[in-house]
């Protein structure tokens, strides 16, 4: 079997900055996306991906030391995530079926 790349290719490792780099920018998109959005699925889905650029951080830190703890919370992040998936899109389903919307401008508890 050939293969496509050259040895070589599969030897090399990624720079752990690279990972740093990109965990620094998607937790900017999703800072951003919460920041600005109106839709509340799609603030929804950007603190779902800040969460998984801390994560990904984590892990990154957790290679870099040798040790378990960043791979460990990592986990727990996790866990988190899908009990807020859980709970937040219940609410999410509840406030569609009470207010027909999911704008976040045009969602007001105090009001009929």
């Not at 866990?79 to 009470?98: K, M, Q």
Request: include cysteine; charge should be neutral; proline fraction near 3%.
């Amino acid at each position: 079997m050939t293969h496509l790349l050259p040895p070589e290719f599969f030897t090399t490792t990624v720079p752990l900055n690279a990972y740093l780099i990109l965990s620094a920018i998607l937790f900017a998109i999703g800072a951003c996306g919460f920041l600005f959005r109106k839709n509340i699925i799609t603030i929804y889905m950007c603190i779902e991906l800040m969460l998984n650029a801390v994560n990904l951080s984590f892990v990154t830190f957790s290679y870099q030391f040798g040790k378990v703890d960043g791979q460990i919370y990592s986990f727990f992040v996790m866990v988190v995530a899908a009990a807020e998936a859980a709970v937040g899109l219940a609410i999410i389903l509840t406030i569609f079926r009470n207010r027909n919307t999911l704008q976040i401008d045009e969602i007001d508890t105090l009001k009929n």
